[in-house]
């Protein structure tokens, strides 16, 4: 080597040492190590024929991957690694850079020129790639790690290289991204990602190789590392074919990655009208309603930036759909919030309430309320009309509304007559929330206002969206409730007098009802008449008078969901219950039917009497009957019974279900409605409602049956309820609750805790091949963390009960005597002694009778596995260690006087050990070769005793049965054991040696 080469040479690795301290010398670094690529690149050799040698370059590139193996072994954290990699990366970029600037300037000099695509730059990129690319399959996962780290410093680097070269280097870094070492696919994923820019951008993508974009997306929804999907994030570009997956990652479990997803994609959108506005929706919903205060704050901050990109709060209505959806109040009030200068700047003149649209009324409805909410009285007073104008303002909209849907409407388009038809009730609803707002200490604008909507109510062509807007107006302009009752009746009848009906029919059931003496037989019998009456009427009158009746439904469900007084305060309700929730009730018309029953448990549940009048009713509307009609129309019907009963013994208790002088049998009834209601298989929705409405009443402590707490415990497991979501998160956020507000309520899943394990651990062996569900082992974590005591919440002053895990641990021992248990689930119950909390301050009696079963089942040998025998060792273990001082008398003929100890040592006594139970098989052995060679039979003593094992055996059958309550089976399947069953236990009484008889 020529001395000036190897002067230039030498000077390289005083670079790479300097760079290791600081990055602030970087700069220097690279221009040095620049100059000496430069000035080596010109010292080259002639080498004929094939023309000259690069005697510079190639002694460069050796020393520059000499220096760039020394840190491949380096682990990561390491700072002065990091640095080099920095190094190595800004100095590839600043030659390319440079190569590419000096190819520009020659093609601007002489443009006929053919460009030369081979520099001394290209080709240190390419040496340098290849010799990292061997690296790739290193065994080392840190030379893997360091390879992929200087890859992608390397990619923005990259200029245009050899095909084959970039083919190879794509197919390794695809392969490097399935690496089973995270920080090697951390690399690969942030390598990929720099290049899928780049072949989006030319739309050169190899035909025989995988699609970069594709695969990012997999691995935003599938890597398991939450620094693997955020790179992926960050790094892949928005594209209609991605921002699918991007927006399902505002539901990510990892809270960081959700913010980034705000923070760093969404708001750098070039407008959020790329967005559909369903995707628009679900954006704001995940984010407004995330459980993170950062991730709020992110999504808040992107939504306030929405409203400039679209120039006004006008605009960003139109975004999002504020008719059926309550997501856009939850963005306008963010908007407000985050943005205080938006706020102050809304304003309302004559001009805005002029012309008004859906966006505008939903604006000024929504500015009212937020400043109602916040107690903002000056913003609200300069917002709000006089009552007088807002009534006029009503008044109008109305009348454009009974304008289009009369037959003078004017628009020949079905569809838009439609849409006009529903941005015009929109604005009379939205108008009609805000005059709930006013101030009416304008006597002339009140009467004026209570006249317009007192009128619009008892319209037959008001839209029944707006029965509700218009009764909220009505109770705040009526003196008192029994005044706006009345005017409800007076209204119904006003609107049922329009149609006539027959005539003879009609004075016959009034008559009935009128007579006080008559019996609630011919009350009955007359409404009956009434209704098939009704049904010989003609087709159009029919349909008129079934309108009219539902309006009227309306109009009384919606009074009585305001009430709050009982039936007895409102005496003009009785006239509604036998003239015309009665007869609803008996129509063929489902949803005539189905309101008059969802009337009918409303004023139930005002009214005791009526309650237990009427649970006879609901209770043969829940239960499903054999060959009834499984439609649409009776799962509402059915829904609607189910819900009015739990809400009927929320109320009353089970007073609600009891007739006047029967048995108390209320409890039984609502059991036996719930089992029912999951018997029925035709509406989700319906288990879904019996599931909530238990879980109420067991949380309210009305109900503490153990089995029904394990039968929702066990539907809450079930595969069986994975497409009942609303079931399972009613059930999932039920538990935690339960468990942790009442001491008492943990007792009630520790005294269900081996049940349930059982019973699901059959379950799960009996799973089908397209079946899910979570193994023994995390059921029984889950278990344990319910019954957790101290995570409960302090309650009158009481607080953790550390005796709960104690008796979970003494269940769990005497599960481990029990031979119909196999080797599996003891394994199961023997890592669950491990999860358990055992405080120092529990009462000694119950660590004697713990450590006294511990004891017993090492002594006695029950415990097969090795695995179980340790994990019962390392708790036993444990135990002694904590509670040394406690232990240290531990005499077992001193405990067999203890009173509180007799009830143990009865069930240990009882138990048969392997050393007998062995003797006793090869006695029995013995005693069968006797009798095969012409001995005398058994005598009787053991035949009794051979009796008495099946015995045994039996009431361990009906142990397992009575497990099997919470699984999906009938009573009648679970109180008669199959074939197998028989089979099986065949099979466990042959087996001698592995019996054990428990009492």
Known sequence: MAPRLEALVDGIPGIFMQCQNSLATHRKNIIHLAKIHSSTSDIWEDAPPRGIKLTGEKAFNDQFLNMVNRILPIKKGISNADRVVKLIGAFIMHISQKAAEEKERQHEENPDDEDDEDTPSSRLVAVLLKHLMKGFHAKDRVVRYRVMQIVAELIFSLGEMDEDLYTMLRASLLERARDKDSNVRLQAVIALARLQRGEEGSGDVPDDQENLTDFLIGVLQYDSMPEIRRAALVNLMPTPSSLPAILARTRDVDATLRKIVYHHVLAELPSPLVLTIAQREQVCQNGLGDRDPAVRAAAGNMIGGWVESVRGLEGFLKMLDITTS????????????????????????????????????????????????????????????????????????????????????????????????????????????????????????????????RDMASADSLPEGLITRC??????????????????????????????????????????????????????????????????????????????????????????????????????????????????????????????????????????????????????????????????????????????????????????????????????????????????????????????????????????????????????????????????????????????????????????????????????????????????????????????????????????????????????????????????????????????????????????RLMLLLKSLHRRRFLKDTITRNAVARFETGLAKKFAPLLESFDEAQLRELEALKELFEFLDKLTSDEDVSDEAERAASESGRRRAGSKPPSNAESKQAQGDVDEDSVERSETSTRKLILRKHAKSQSVPNETDQSHHKDEEEAIEDDLVIN
């Open 326 to 453: 309550k997501v856009a109040e939850d963005a306008l009030f963010s908007v407000f919030v985050t943005r205080p200068d938006i706020f102050e700047s809304v304003e309302f003149p004559d001009s805005f309430w002029s012309d008004l649209t859906p966006e505008r009324a939903f604006l000024a409805r929504g500015f009212v309320d937020y400043c109602k909410s916040n107690k903002d009285e000056t913003s609200l007073e300069n917002a709000l009309p006089v009552v007088t104008a807002l009534a006029f303002r009503i008044q109008h909209e109305y009348n454009a509304l009974t304008t289009l849907v009369g037959p003078d409407a004017g628009i020949n388009d079905e569809d838009e007559l439609e849409m006009a038809r529903g941005d015009k009730e929109f604005i009379v609803a939205e108008l009609l929330k805000l005059a709930v707002n006013l101030d009416y200490a304008d006597e002339t604008g009140r009467r004026k206002m209570f006249a317009l909507v």
């Open 471 to 848: 009764l909220d107006v009505l109770r705040v302009l009526s003196s008192s409730e029994r005044d706006l009752f009345l005017m409800i009746v007076e209204i119904v009848h006003e609107l049922r007098d329009t149609v006539k009906g027959p005539d003879e029919t009609i004075r016959d059931r009034e008559e009935v009802m009128e007579d006080g003496e008559r019996s609630a037989a011919d009350a009955h019998a007359a409404i009956k008449a009434s209704v098939k009456a009704m049904e010989k009427l003609d087709p159009e009158q029919r349909e008129q008078l079934e309108d009219i009746n539902l309006r009227c439904l309306a109009l009384c469900i919606a009074a009585l969901e305001r009430v709050n007084g009982t039936l007895e305060d409102h005496s003009a309700l009785d006239g509604l219950l036998t003239d015309f929730v009665l007869t609803a009730i008996y129509q063929k018309h489902p949803v005539w039917r189905e309101r008059g029953m969802t009337l009918l448990g409303l004023m139930c549940l005002i009214s005791k009497p009526m309650a237990k009048k009427s649970a006879q009713l609901f209770l043969g509307q829940a239960l499903p009957a054999a060959g009834r009609n499984s439609s649409h129309a009776h799962s509402e019907i059915q829904l609607r019974a189910v819900q009015m009963l739990f809400d009927i013994v929320m109320v009353f208790h089970f007073d609600g279900l009891e007739r006047e002088g029967g048995p108390h049998d209320g409890e039984s009834k609502i059991l036996s409605a719930f089992e029912g209601a999951l018997q029925d298989e035709s509406s989700l929705e319906v288990h879904a409602a019996a599931c909530e409405g238990m879980a109420k009443l067991m949380l309210s402590g009305i109900v503490t049956d153990e089995n029904v707490l394990a039968r929702l415990v066990g539907l809450y497991i079930d595969p069986a309820t994975a497409d009942n979501q609303p079931l399972r998160q009613c059930l999932s956020y039920f538990f935690p609750v339960y468990c942790y507000s009442s001491l008492s309520n943990q007792k009630r899943i520790q005294k269900i805790f081996v049940k349930v394990i059982e019973a699901m651990a059959d379950l799960y062996d009996d799973l089908e091949e397209d079946e899910e569900m979570v193994s023994p082992l995390h059921i029984g974590t889950m278990l344990v963390d319910w019954t957790d005591s101290t995570k409960t919440v302090e309650f009158k002053g009481k607080g953790a009960d550390p005796s709960v895990h104690v008796d979970v641990a003494i269940d769990i021992a005497k599960v481990l005597f029990r031979n119909d248990v196999d080797n599996v689930r003891k394994k199961v119950y023997a890592q669950l002694l491990s999860k358990l909390h055992v405080s120092d301050t529990i009462d000694e009696d119950r660590i004697r």
